[in-house]
């Protein structure tokens, strides 16, 4: 016979996290508002500092660990192997500037202020980090994870997760001034024989596993493995003395790269989101609110400095990189708050330490602060977008190019294609295929080089800027295809098409039909929304497997367009 169970404090914490964060996303969202600042808010009221209704906030704390990595492990498996090497150059010299300035700025500040050497490195690797998982989420909300900024973004958010490892070994040799280039050099080479283990054991046992996993046909058999993996290459970095993160982070990387990966992301996912929900509530649980009232100065000047230093290092790494202001800005604004491996690196240094408690206690609530901002600023993308586009002498100062031979010669009555992703790349060789004059404009420099060697007539340039725009001949074109990934972007250049001019056809796709108005009034001819042609393709093919004739099918995907208003 079984008995009753005893009464445990998780789960009654659990049930006051969980309404307060559906409570808080609720609230914000009738307020139209992130939903990551509900779940901050929601912690710091439910924290010991606030109402004080959870009585085990390190239990709840120990969960979103766990977020964290799911995270991470779902990062791993949407990038893989290849995906990552074809965002290199954005990891590995963007998330480089942005770090080394990061740390170079900071360590020179903290210096003034009469920090010790050591310490002032010290703050630099707290500095430079910025929430993986606030930023993502965010990115992902808004679309914007395929966008020249966003491109930027994750590939120096990745950068920052590779640093957590040195700065964690780093760590006690500052605390005990052995922190000489030799001990750090091999501190980075045993981290690196690690990492370079894990993945090469990786790649020749998962596949044969997944293999025999796969061959029961069971789902939960095979969501079980996926986790085995995760959290087993996790708990082996983390044993080598590296981060469990970043086992999770390698796993999932390593697995995207299989077949099974795609399978294995969508088993995952909804875990992720419940145990990264937990990590805002619980990261909006470290605000002290006792802290906040007795030092509210020196926390709200700590806050405003993270804020605006960051802001302008990230951007001056994007402007460095020679992008347009507009995706430097963007990216700047992003990566301004702290990071939630700042907060481990902070314990560990408290620890040792390299901080005391009154700073630790300013740090915490400040980067708090800089993490709840951050799903507000990004409601301010359009505004920034918009300054940007008042800074053309600047900006074209910074990064104007010429455009090739072919680009700029004479054209009239030819076709440009404005993004050359997948659908850019369609359309061109369709127009190709039928003799049609074309040019394409894109922002990514390897697209724009395999279009070169293919001998298309291609333009490397920003398409909200009106010169990249004079160059391409949308004022002497018959028509302009808009296929960009960045919603911001598509808007202001369909506005700087139609200050160039009044009369070319503008055909616009759009990822949602809300967004399809807007671009109407700004001047685009037709708009597409992906939304809606993907679910009009779905049912097509339903209608003609029902035997429905091609004319009957026709028809009613026309009048479903006409009740939805869509081009």
Not at 287 to 294: E, G, I, N
Not at 510 to 535: F, I, K, N
Request: glycine share 8%.
């Amino acid at each position: 016979m079984l008995r009753p169970m005893p009464e445990h404090g998780i789960l009654r914490d659990l049930v006051v996290v969980l309404a307060a964060a559906i409570l808080g996303v609720m609230l914000l969202h009738r307020l139209r508002l992130p939903a990551i600042a509900g779940l901050l808010l929601a912690g710091a009221c439910v924290g010991p500092t606030g109402l004080g209704l959870i009585e085990d906030a390190d239990a709840v704390a120990r969960l979103a660990e766990i977020g964290v990595a799911l995270l991470l492990f779902t990062i791993g498996l949407e990038f893989s192997l290849s995906g990552l090497r074809r965002i290199a150059w954005m990891v590995g010299v963007g998330g480089a500037l942005q770090v080394g300035l990061t740390l170079l700025a900071t360590f020179a500040i903290a210096r003034l202020a009469g920090f010790e050497a050591e310490r002032a490195v010290f703050a630099g690797f707290l500095v430079a980090l910025s929430s993986t998982a606030i930023v993502l989420r965010s990115l992902s909300e808004h679309g914007e994870t395929d966008a020249p900024h966003g491109k930027l973004i994750v590939g120096v958010l990745l950068f920052q997760d590779l640093c957590v490892v040195p700065m964690m070994l780093v760590v006690p040799m500052l605390a005990e001034g052995r922190a000489h280039p030799g001990a750090i050099l091999r501190a980075l080479a045993e981290a690196g024989a690690v990492v370079v283990a894990t993945v090469v054991l990786a790649r020749f046992i998962l596949p044969r596993a997944f293999r025999l996993v796969a061959r029961t046909q069971r789902r939960d058999v095979f969501l079980l493995a996926a986790l085995l993996v995760g959290a087993g290459i996790g708990w082996a970095t983390s044993a080598a003395g590296l981060s469990l993160a970043l086992g999770a982070f390698l796993a999932g990387l390593v697995l995207a790269d299989s077949e099974y990966g795609h399978q294995a992301l969508a088993d995952v996912l909804p875990l992720r989101d419940l145990f990264t929900s937990l990590f805002f509530v619980s990261i909006g649980m470290l605000l002290d609110l006792d802290v906040l009232r007795a030092e509210w100065l020196a926390v709200t000047l700590v806050a405003v400095g993270l804020l605006a230093g960051k802001f302008l290092v990230a951007s001056l790494a994007g402007l460095v990189l020679r992008l347009p202001l507009r995706v430097a800005l963007l990216s700047g604004a992003a990566l301004a708050q702290i990071g939630e491996f700042s907060f481990v690196l902070a314990g560990a240094g408290a620890e040792r330490g390299l901080l005391n408690p009154r700073e630790l206690a300013i740090f915490l609530d400040a980067s708090v602060l800089t993490m709840l901002v951050t799903p507000l600023v990004s409601l301010a993308g359009p505004w920034l977008v918009a300054s940007a586009g008042k800074l053309e002498k600047f900006d074209t100062f910074l990064h104007a190019r010429h455009a090739p031979e072919e680009a700029r010669a004479a054209r009239h009555g030819h076709t440009v294609v404005l993004g050359f992703g997948v659908g850019g790349e369609l359309l061109a060789r369709a127009l190709e295929a039928a003799g049609l004059d074309y040019v394409l404009v894109d922002l990514d420099v390897e697209r724009v080089r395999s279009a070169r060697e293919r001998g298309s007539p291609v333009t490397f340039g920003d398409v909200t800027r009106p010169e990249i725009l004079e160059q391409a001949g949308v004022c002497e074109a018959a028509q302009v295809a808009l296929l960009v990934n960045d919603p911001q972007a598509t808007l202001a250049a369909v506005r700087a098409i139609r200050r160039l001019s009044t009369r070319v056809p503008i055909t616009v796709r759009a990822r949602y039909l809300r967004d399809a108005p807007l671009l109407r009034a700004a001047g685009a001819t037709h708009v597409v929304a992906q939304e809606v042609e993907a679910s009009l393709h779905v049912t097509a093919d339903v209608l003609e497997r029902l035997e429905r004739t091609p004319e009957q099918v026709e028809e009613l995907l026309r009048r479903a367009r006409a009740q939805l208003g869509s081009d």
